[in-house]
């Protein structure tokens, strides 16, 4: 199974996150989005930075996780190459609990596009034959 393909969007970034449960899907839409940034197969997990999200529904919740790293992203200037998500729901609503890993931006890391912010556009999580994927859309 492949972790995640981009396809063409004009002016942004778009790309399915495959995984075989919605934990799976996030930690791979996470890697995609950092991917779109830089190699993340030379991004070290050297530090790591805990995230907390409650949200209504599954697209709300993926939506919030990405925007989060994004944020920890554009303020401590750290590129992320590893995940760990665990999602739970309760009596209002759903819960992520997530770990991502990597290091603070260095000479060798190669630049690519800069995200500027996580879309709601055509943002779903479908489920087909016992695959799941996320359909995600960065503004560049």
Aim: avoid cysteine.
């Amino acid at each position: 199974m492949k972790r995640f393909e981009f396809f063409d969007v004009t002016a942004d970034a778009g790309y399915w996150a495959y995984g075989h449960t919605p934990e799976e899907v996030f930690e791979n839409a996470a890697l995609a989005m950092f991917e779109i940034m830089t190699d993340t197969s030379l991004v070290k997990a050297e530090e790591s930075r805990r995230v907390k999200i409650k949200s209504e529904d599954m697209v709300s919740l993926l939506y919030d996780w990405l925007d989060e790293l994004l944020f920890i992203h554009d303020t401590e200037f750290i590129l992320f190459s590893k995940f760990k998500v665990k999602i739970t729901e309760d009596y209002d609503g759903l819960r992520l609990s997530g770990k991502a890993s990597g290091e603070v931006i260095k000479d060798h890391h190669e630049r690519r596009d800069e995200v500027k912010a996580v879309t709601f556009h055509m943002m779903d999580i479908l489920e087909e034959d016992g695959l799941m994927k996320a359909r995600v859309i960065l503004d560049l």
